[in-house]
């Protein structure tokens, strides 16, 4: 059963709205564009596992797509999937771009067009998302849940420029 739905990011939504408004020669513009194309990037990564996750029987998993918790701090999970024996974490990565995980420094670097970007280790993130996730259990007094965590590389989905 789908919990919480995937839904567009907010800051997406206000990025378009912001788009419509601006000038089209506003200095502001590009930068905007990008973020817009990075958040869509990420949604539709997403969207990709909302396939996969229809073939779960309805009445035995729980999805929450995007969730936002708060331990001591607040923390986002993209995709947490729950059952009577278990919980699954989901970090989901939408890239096209080589990735190289960097085990000795836990780095991990985007490459393309022999030009690299350093990017967020998504083993280390979800797996804080893990621990953050048991201490949130723990408040509510839910105790021994298996907590499984993985990484989802998507990168069938190219953003255009014009989001107007």
């Known amino acids: 059963m789908i919990v919480l739905p995937l839904k567009l990011p907010i ?10 408004r601006l000038p089209k020669n506003h ?14 990037k990420g949604y539709y990564g997403e969207k990709e ?3 996969y996750l229809s073939f779960l029987p309805e ?20 995709l947490l999937v729950v059952s009577q024996s278990f919980a699954l974490i989901a970090e989901v990565k939408n890239v096209s771009k080589k990735l190289i995980f960097k085990k000795e420094s836990n ?4 490459e393309f067009n022999n030009e690299e970007e350093g990017i ?12 953050q996730f048991i201490n949130w259990l723990e408040k509510r007094l839910i105790k021994g849940l298996p907590i499984e965590r993985l990484v989802v590389i998507s990168k069938n989905f190219h953003v255009g420029r014009d989001h107007t």
Do not use: S
Not at 27 to 40: C, Q, S, V
Not at 59 to 77: E, N, P, S, V, W
């Open 11 to 20: 800051i997406a939504l206000q990025c378009m709205a912001l788009l419509r």
């Open 27 to 40: 200095l502001m513009r590009p930068t905007i564009e990008r973020d817009l194309r990075a958040w869509l």
């Open 49 to 51: 596992c909302v396939y």
């Open 59 to 78: 009445d035995k998993y729980y999805i929450f797509h995007g969730i936002r918790l708060t331990d001591k701090k607040a923390f986002q999970m993209d």
């Open 107 to 110: 780095h991990v670097i985007k």
């Open 120 to 131: 967020q280790n998504p083993i280390l993130q979800v797996k804080r998302q893990r621990m």
